[in-house]
């Protein structure tokens, strides 16, 4: 179909405006819009109960996590379940502030805790820092399960875009290590698969295209070869089976449609539960636009849906467990 006209609109405003597409702007430059969009977009975000920071260690110093908490709790309330979520923005911009409202939406929309981990940024940092801090917020948030007052069996890990792409990065580094347990894998437009459109294909200036990919990847990666690194792209792990189900959305107007939609198929090949939607006529970020974009809205309460489903299946299988 034809770019939804919430899209068709909000791209012309950026034709009209002259806006230059963050690759060709510095790294500064690019960083300070990328921020500056998504607020325009989003605004200040859902208040929500309670946010809080804490540190842990990571492999290259102290790493910041925010803590969303959505309503009160008590000492004698059930541990409660969480999802650790990674902003997108390529490995190279992003941040705890860009990630924000998104995590603030779905810690309503779920009633779970969601935690945020700033982590290294390439091209400062390239690949596999991002992957590697993750991976020790996400050991850190099982460890101290019961401190946060989460349960460990109740943890998903999510992202968008290259956000995702550490999500489903972090899957198979637990399969590999045998822990922590994650519950579900929430991956939105997720880069699995390191490659480029063709020329001819994307080249909308004022929508993320063929040009944008190129750019993350040339900084994320230092090296050509590990592009085959299934950390760096998950399409290429040898198997996906044993891993956590999936709700995998695209959109339309992406040129990471493609991988992501193959990536929902091939673990759905490999025995995983997979659930993959597509936003018809969205372009790529509409799920962290919901101020302009009446489908980023309804693609959050559609993850929501999903977590909140995988949750509740976690409890009842408990609580069935202890009966018995």
Known sequence: MPLHPQAEAMRARRAAAGTPPLYTRT??????ADLADLRAATGSGEEVHHVGEFTVDGPGGPLTLRH???KPRT???PPGP?????YGGGWALGSLETGDPVCRALANATGADVLAVGYRHAPEHRFPAAVHD????LDQIARRATELGLDPARIAVGGDSAGGNLAAALTLLARERGGPAILHQLLVYPNTDHRVPPPGTDEDPALFNRHSVAWYWDHYLADPADAANPLASPLRAPSLAGLPPATVITAEYDPLRDEGEEYAEA????????ELRRYDGMPHGF???PG?????RAAQLFAAERLVSAYQAARQAAEDGVQR
Request: proline content about 5%; hydrophobic content about 55%.
């Open 267 to 274: 673990l759905r090949a490999a025995g995983v539960p997979v």
């Open 68 to 70: 969303y908490r959505p």
């Open 82 to 86: 969480a999802l650790l979520y990674l």
């Open 292 to 296: 302009v974009l009446d489908d980023g």
């Open 134 to 137: 993750c991976w020790a917020a």
């Open 75 to 77: 000492e004698t309330d």
């Open 287 to 289: 799920f962290a636009m």
């Open 27 to 32: 790294l500064a430059e690019a960083r300070a």
